[in-house]
């Protein structure tokens, strides 16, 4: 096998790996905290399964809240996360039957 195989194979060996790290994990939804920003939340755990917007005035800080449904790594946990301005205000977890 030449150099140039044996660098794209590791190459492509390192990029797959690197991309199943990067995959959010439920089993994180318990990690997280007053005052994470969204970003940081859809990095931890990933993009919310229902967003509700409760107050979008222009002027005034957004308020909405995030759910997340039971997942296998999260079993029977239902997961909101209230926002306002952008950063975790309150998170509730609540068994789900």
């Known amino acids: ?15 797959s790996a690197s991309a ?23 990095l931890k755990i990933g993009p919310p ?3 509700a917007v ?3 005035v ?3 800080p957004e308020e909405k809240s995030w759910t997340y449904f039971p997942h296998p790594r999260d ?7 209230r926002f306002h301005a952008g950063r975790v205000a309150e998170v509730e977890r609540k068994i789900a039957r």
């Open 58 to 60: 222009r002027g005034q």
């Open 1 to 15: 096998m030449n150099v140039r195989k044996l660098t794209a194979l590791a190459l492509l060996a390192l990029a």
């Open 75 to 81: 079993p029977q946990t239902l997961t909101v996360i």
């Open 54 to 56: 409760h107050r979008a």
């Open 49 to 51: 399964d229902h967003e």
């Open 20 to 42: 199943v790290s990067a995959e959010p994990d439920a089993a994180e939804r318990k990690f997280i905290r007053q005052g994470m920003g969204e970003g940081e939340v859809v």
